[in-house]
């Protein structure tokens, strides 16, 4: 059974989904798509929302924290990743784009054989159900412009800047979210502990 549990961020509310000891979803709280209710699970996990003690959503939670904070590249929490057999492979390749670094969506169409096929990467990447742990924000256009994610681009942008060392320390930001509303608060020291579900809008 999948368990959604919410935390604060620099880039607004995440939504960190557990099943079966490992982390199957890392969204926004204001995500497009939105994910289903059979992607995010069962609003009260145990502990009534607060994140288990050395669960995979603590793990995630303490990992984001280092990445947020520049003090870590990669992820190594316990990972389910469900999708299409294109799609999986999609998703390996971006997991295979370095830290700081891009890809257009044509050189991934061409890794895969295809250099035509850049919207149904497009497309892979946009189904994505692991946000920063999958970087799609690290796929780019062809020109390296910055288009289309999940959570928009302004924090398309904030994360790409975080990986160039150009957004760190106290450089923080408030992302608004869906129709107009705010989405759960950027972190600070103050609020940077465990946050229960009902923090987001995304669990309204």
Same mark, same amino acid.
């Given at each position: 059974?999948?368990?959604?549990?919410?935390? +604060?961020?620099? /880039?607004?509310?995440?939504?960190?989904?557990?099943?079966?000891?490992?982390?199957?979803?890392?969204?926004?709280?204001? &995500?497009?798509?939105?994910?289903?209710?059979?992607?995010?699970?069962? #609003?009260?996990?145990?502990?009534?929302?607060?994140?288990?003690?050395?669960?995979?959503?603590?793990?995630?939670?303490?990992?984001?924290?280092?990445? *947020?904070?520049?003090? #870590?590249?990669?992820? %190594?929490? +316990?990972? @389910?990743?469900?999708?299409?057999?294109?799609?999986? =492979?999609?998703?390996?390749?971006?997991?295979?784009?370095?830290?700081?670094?891009?890809?257009?969506?044509?050189?991934?169409?061409?890794?895969?054989?295809?250099?035509?096929?850049?919207?149904? @990467?497009?497309?892979? /990447?946009?189904?994505? +159900?692991?946000?920063?742990? @999958?970087?799609? &924000?690290?796929?780019?256009?062809?020109?390296? $412009?910055?288009?289309?994610?999940?959570?928009?681009?302004?924090?398309?942008?904030?994360?790409? %800047?975080?990986?160039?060392?150009?957004?760190?320390?106290?450089?923080?930001? =408030?992302?608004?979210?869906?129709?107009?509303?705010?989405?759960?608060?950027?972190?600070? %020291?103050?609020?940077?502990?465990?946050?229960?579900? %009902?923090?987001?809008? $995304? *669990?309204?």
């Amino acid at each position: 059974m999948k368990y959604p549990y919410a935390v +604060p961020s620099p /880039i607004g509310g995440l939504i960190l989904v557990e099943e079966d000891a490992a982390l199957v979803g890392v969204y926004h709280a204001c &995500h497009s798509p939105e994910p289903s209710p059979a992607k995010l699970g069962t #609003r009260f996990g145990p502990g009534g929302g607060e994140l288990p003690v050395r669960s995979a959503v603590e793990q995630a939670h303490v990992q984001l924290g280092q990445y *947020f904070g520049g003090n #870590r590249k990669t992820f %190594d929490v +316990p990972l @389910i990743i469900i999708g299409t057999a294109f799609q999986l =492979r999609v998703w390996e390749i971006v997991r295979e784009i370095p830290y700081g670094e891009t890809r257009s969506y044509r050189d991934l169409a061409s890794e895969l054989g295809n250099p035509a096929m850049g919207r149904a @990467i497009g497309a892979a /990447i946009r189904a994505n +159900p692991l946000s920063m742990v @999958i970087p799609g &924000h690290r796929v780019v256009a062809a020109g390296g $412009a910055v288009t289309g994610y999940a959570a928009g681009i302004e924090v398309k942008q904030f994360l790409l %800047d975080l990986e160039a060392g150009r957004n760190t320390g106290g450089n923080r930001t =408030r992302i608004v979210g869906c129709a107009g509303h705010h989405c759960c608060p950027a972190s600070s %020291d103050a609020d940077s502990d465990h946050a229960g579900p %009902d923090r987001c809008a $995304a *669990f309204a």
